[in-house]
T-cell receptor
Framework: SQKIEQNSEALNIQEGKTATLTCNYT??????LQWYRQDPGRGPVFLLL?????KEKRKERLKVTFDTTLKQSLFHITASQPADSATYLC???????????FGAGTRLFVKA | GAGVSQSPSNKVTEKGKDVELRCDPI?????LYWYRQSLGQGLEFLIY????????KSGLPSDRFSAERTGGSVSTLTIQRTQQEDSAVYLC??????????????FGPGTRLLVL
């Protein structure tokens, strides 16, 4: 069955460092991979989308890589800030797919 | 409003009662999704609407769960004879669907359901 794995352990880093979160998947060939941010008590908010034919995507302090051979995406936040503390979810989609599959998310804590 | 809205924001009910959860998507969004999120867990897909039809109901946990969408806009998720295991946050999302394009979803704040 299709499976998405994100590190269930929280990631604790110091302000100013780069945070790297991992998303691995099996039994799936997504056309798109998305990253969302979720704060406590709120719904997820879309951050970045990367297509299967793209290796890397950047947006301000965020960078996403997508390796379809390794079946892995890495999500980087450079110059991290305490305000970046949240849960980050990866989500996979087929081409024109209407059923997005979400990972369980990784909790990030950035200490001042 | 500019975003997806859901009501009520919180619902406490007794086991065996029926509940209705409402979602107002972003105007013009043709696709609407319902998810369930239990404490510390990921999003569990429940059902998807394209317009008023639901081509994928595979995620509904049991026949106690049903959903409808009218006028291509507002959707209602109904849970009949609620059980304690139904307690969770129910999230609604909407998106524009282009031909073969990705479905970036915009989420509402969720309805927190507690079944006593």
């Amino acid at each position: 069955s299709q499976k998405i794995e994100q590190n269930s352990e929280a990631l604790n880093i110091q302000e100013g460092k780069t945070a790297t979160l991992t998303c691995n998947y099996t039994n799936y060939s997504p056309a798109y991979l998305q990253w969302y941010r979720q704060d406590p008590g709120r719904g997820p908010v879309f951050l970045l989308l990367i297509r299967e034919n793209e290796k890397e995507k950047r947006k301000e302090r965020l960078k996403v890589t997508f390796d379809t051979t390794l079946k892995q995406s890495l999500f980087h936040i450079t110059a991290s800030q305490p305000a970046d503390s949240a849960t980050y979810l990866c989500a996979l989609d087929h081409t024109g797919g209407f059923k997005t599959i979400f990972g369980a998310g990784t909790r990030l804590f950035v200490k001042a | 409003g500019a975003g997806v809205s859901q009501s009520p924001s919180n619902k406490v009910t007794e086991k065996g009662k029926d509940v209705e959860l409402r979602c107002d998507p972003i105007s013009g969004h043709t696709a609407l999704y319902w998810y369930r999120q239990s404490l510390g867990q990921g999003l569990e897909f429940l059902i998807y609407f394209q317009g008023n039809s639901a081509p994928d109901k595979s995620g509904l946990p049991s026949d106690r769960f049903s959903a409808e969408r009218t006028g291509g806009s507002v959707s209602t998720l109904t849970i009949q004879r609620t059980q304690q295991e139904d307690s969770a946050v129910y999230l609604c999302a909407s998106s524009l669907i282009g031909s073969g394009g990705p479905s970036t979803q915009y989420f509402g704040p969720g309805t927190r359901l507690l079944v006593l």
